[in-house]
């Protein structure tokens, strides 16, 4: 079955320090990848998505990931975090209209 | 981005009665729309999967005459927590999309059942 892990699930980072949430998924499927956050009694954003095409995704907020298909990888980065990026990032891939979840990361940004 | 809304945000009901959860595509026409079920702590688990016009299709493990599920419109899909117990206590979430694994999701209910 087609599955998503997150490695981190508590993250606690400083301001301004550089962030990589990791994200691998199984083999086999569509390879459709995204990127949510949740922030504390919010709903679901979506970040960035990743169809096909350049391997190296921009996001909204100063995000990015990579799809590296030989390490079966799409990790979030963020070169230096904000107070603000505190929040849950969850990682997903969709098979067709259907979405699968990692379990979450929650990350915690100190000022 | 399109607008997915969720009603009621919160609800708290008592143990033996239903509860109804709306889900409205307020921009678009949601071809599909999903349900979620998000525990403390957990990721979101998708419960069913539901087609306009057409039944509900359930992942495994979750017990579709407990939770029902009408998508009577492009715009509208409903979840019912039926005979509601405290442990359907839960976040749920929907989410519609229009087209190729899009999906825009609602703010969520928490269901306390006490």
């Known amino acids: 079955a087609q599955s998503v892990s997150q490695h981190n699930h508590h993250v606690i980072l400083s301001e301004a320090a550089s962030l990589e949430l990791g994200c691998n998924y199984s083999?086999?499927?569509?390879?459709?990848l995204f990127w949510y956050v949740q922030y504390p009694g919010q709903h679901l954003q979506l970040l960035l998505k990743y169809f096909s095409g350049d391997p190296l995704v921009k996001g909204i907020k100063g995000f990015e990931a990579e799809f590296i298909k030989s390490k079966f990888s799409f990790n979030l980065r963020k070169p230096s975090v904000q107070w603000s990026d505190t929040a849950e990032y969850f990682c997903?891939?969709?098979?067709?209209?259907?979405?699968?979840f990692g379990a979450g990361t929650r990350l915690a940004v100190h000022p | 981005g399109a607008v997915v809304s969720q009603h009621p945000s919160r609800v708290i009901c008592k143990s033996g009665t239903s509860v109804k959860i709306e889900c409205r595509s307020l921009d678009f026409q949601a071809t599909t729309m999903f349900w979620y079920r998000q525990f403390p702590k957990q990721s979101l688990m998708l419960m069913a999967t539901?087609?306009?016009?057409?039944?509900?299709?359930?992942e495994q493990g979750v017990e579709k005459d407990k939770f029902l599920i009408n998508h009577a419109s492009l715009t509208l899909s409903t979840l019912t927590v039926t005979s509601a117990h405290p442990e359907d206590s839960s976040f749920y979430i929907c989410?519609?999309?229009?087209?190729?694994?899009?999906?825009?999701f609602g703010q969520g209910t928490r269901l306390t059942v006490v």
């Open positions: 083999y086999g499927g569509t390879v459709n």
């Open positions: 539901s087609n306009e016009g057409s039944k509900a299709t359930y």
């Open positions: 989410s519609a999309s229009r087209g190729r694994a899009e999906a825009f």
């Open positions: 997903a891939r969709g098979g067709y209209n259907k979405l699968i």
